[in-house]
């Protein structure tokens, strides 16, 4: 049959479009929309539990380069499950397919016995007694972890540890064990090696890393041993650390970042290049490099072995900017406690501390209602103190009178009485005042030969004083002996060294700490600016401190009250360097305060040139 004619087609009436055309335009359509909607919707509008920001993000993303970031090696760790999990995992891995060995109560006895730490269940009544400070509860979400965590540690150490020095020169590899040193130098003063130790422990659990210290920091001659079963200690005989005598050993940051900048992917660099990955030291002068704290060189850092800190600076507040660790950290630290709670269940004071510890407090402390602890640092010495001395001391007296923290002599208030409970044995002219404290170790029972009467009396304030130089102990003791105050309150004034000048060893490593604790056990705390000393006390004490004025100027008020727990990262970098941190989420040039909200600058009265986590009272957390 002859084909018709053209004119002879089905015509297609106005207003009316083929199935085809009607196709083509829907798609058309839906390309469009999808388009602008991926220009005005994140990522993160998808993932409604994860926080815009955290490391999720840039690793689905196609980078300005137009090359897809590669997405993690691992599933990100989000919060307190996945972290565990991970750290079971590294477990696993480390076992290498043989079964787990148990940790019996006999061997947890046998290592406890040889590892003695008394502190363990002793300080935290300490802290839980004051009446005047909210008492912080253990964090449930880091106990369960750091349990993990010493999982981990025990395996790898029980399956390395006595061959880690070779293993680390010959460059063999451990399968499922990473570590990672803290390495602080001999010189520093103890805020400056527990305060970074306590950050690289942090930055270890969430890479499942093992910490190891050196000797030559002192701390495992100090703190007590942290990881039940296991041990802390590395190289004993300093063939690879520290790393100032064995930098050859270790590749530099420097040229950590080099031959990452000669490539365009860091993970396929990874992959061609791990000799050079196996020992990394990823900090420069006491604190980590600028590119630490981006994402794709902790990526990379995955990759490593070995890495080593040589920190002396606090650097804890800004692993909270990491955007790979922000979430977790976030989930496990909502009040950003973070410090306090590490301190309190890792850096715990040897028992040589604790007997002087305990021994200041039944003495001093105890017996008081108040205590007050003030720590006086005159950083430039002999030569500060002579010039500040005298004004110091009358700031600290302002300060404390006009907050209402000590008795003002020159304005006299009514008698304070407070009840306390007497305990008279009967048939015996003995009585003892306990001052409504219970002992360390015993509980508030009484026998039934003794009768517990309650009296008014006035109260009793303690006063701690820590400093090299004797003149605010002596100014104050003076003071109220010449001047009882009137309104009756009973002061004590208790300073335990004056050493002059500051001395570094074991033996000063262990009577710092255990005046570090000692203050942290006040119920107001005063401390100098600039100081780590004061800023360790803090911490373990979780107290918002008064930071005294040192600064030479009338007009200014004589002490400004801290803003929150966490001590201040002294001298760090405001803000991000990560050039290879791709998609709109690169935060390069941007200040760490400006994305992480809960990062603050310290108070300028402290260290106008530092950054601290603002701490939230658990009650104000939603």
Not at 105 to 133: D, I, M, T
Not at 211 to 222: C, Q
Not at 272 to 298: M, N, T
Not at 517 to 536: E, R
Request: hydrophobic residues 35%.
């Amino acid at each position: 049959m002859a084909r018709k004619p053209l004119s002879m087609a089905k015509k297609v009436l106005p207003g009316r479009i083929s199935c085809c055309a009607a196709f083509t335009l829907v798609s058309a359509l839906g390309l469009v929309s999808f388009l602008l909607l991926c220009t005005f919707v994140s990522v993160g509008d998808y993932i409604p539990h994860v926080q815009l920001g955290t490391s999720i993000y840039p690793h689905f993303l196609i980078g300005e380069d137009g090359l897809l970031d590669e997405p993690f090696p691992e599933a990100p760790i989000l919060d307190a499950p996945s972290l565990i999990e991970a750290i079971q995992k590294a477990t696993t891995e480390a076992l290498n397919g043989e079964p787990e060995v148990e940790f019996s109560e006999a061997e947890r006895k046998e290592w406890q016995e040889k590892n003695k730490c008394s502190s363990r269940v002793g300080l935290e009544p300490l802290y839980k007694r004051r009446k005047f400070v909210r008492h912080v509860e253990r964090n449930a979400k880091w106990d369960a972890i750091f349990q993990e965590y010493t999982k981990l540690h025990r395996t790898c150490i029980q399956k390395y540890g006595d061959d880690l020095t070779n293993i680390f020169l010959s460059k063999n590899s451990t399968p499922g064990c990473k570590f990672v040193v803290a390495g602080g130098p001999w010189w520093a003063g103890l805020g400056n090696k527990i305060l970074p130790t306590v950050a690289v422990l942090l930055y270890a659990v969430l890479t499942q890393r093992v910490l190891l210290v050196t000797r030559a920091s002192l701390l495992p001659e100090v703190i007590c041993e942290p990881f039940e079963g296991s041990s802390w200690r590395v190289d004993p005989g300093e063939r690879f650390t520290p790393v100032e005598a064995h930098d050859n050993l270790w590749t530099s940051p420097v040229k950590f970042e080099q031959e990452l900048d000669s490539v365009s992917t860091g993970l396929n660099w990874a992959y061609h290049h791990k000799s050079s990955l196996f020992a990394v030291r990823v900090a420069g002068w006491c604190q980590p490099v600028k590119r630490f704290f981006c994402d794709r060189e902790q990526r990379i850092y995955t990759k490593v072995p070995w890495q080593y800190f040589t920190s002396c600076l606090y650097f804890l507040p800004k692993l909270f900017a990491i955007p790979m660790f922000r979430t977790v950290l976030e989930d496990i630290f909502p009040d950003r406690m973070a410090v306090t709670h590490l301190v309190r269940s890792t850096m715990l004071p040897s028992d040589t501390v604790w007997k002087r510890v305990l021994q200041t407090n039944r003495m001093y402390l105890e017996p008081a209602d108040r205590r007050v602890g003030i720590q006086i640092r005159y950083r430039d010495g002999e030569k500060q103190f002579n010039q500040l001395h005298t004004t110091i001391n009358t700031k600290f007296m302002q300060c404390a009178w006009k907050n209402g923290i000590l008795p003002d002599v020159n304005n006299p208030k009514p008698t304070t009485l407070v009840q306390s409970r007497v305990s008279t044995t009967v048939g015996s002219r003995n009585v003892v005042d306990d001052v409504d404290n219970q002992a360390i170790n015993n509980s508030s029972t009484t026998n039934s030969n003794t009768a517990v009467s309650h009296e008014l009396r006035p109260a009793a304030i303690s006063i701690l004083v820590t400093s090299l130089f004797p003149d605010l102990h002596d100014h104050l003791t003076d003071l109220y002996n010449r001047n009882p105050p009137l309104s009756g309150e009973v002061i004590g004034v208790v300073q335990l060294t004056r050493s002059s000048v500051q001395g570094s060893g074991v033996e000063e490593d262990n009577q710092a700490l255990a005046e570090v604790i000692s203050l942290s056990l006040s119920d107001h705390l005063f401390v100098s600016p600039l100081s780590t000393f004061g800023g360790l006390a803090q911490a373990y004490g979780a107290l918002t401190p008064w930071f005294l004025e040192f600064r030479d100027n009338s007009n200014l008020y004589p002490c400004t009250r801290g803003h929150t727990v966490d001590p201040c990262y002294q001298d760090p970098d405001f803000s991000y360097f990560c050039p290879h941190d791709r998609s709109k989420f690169n935060f390069t040039g941007r200040n760490f305060t400006d994305i992480v909200p809960y990062i603050q600058k310290c108070p300028s009265i402290d260290t106008p040139n530092g950054l601290q986590l603002v701490t939230t009272p658990l009650e104000d957390i939603v």
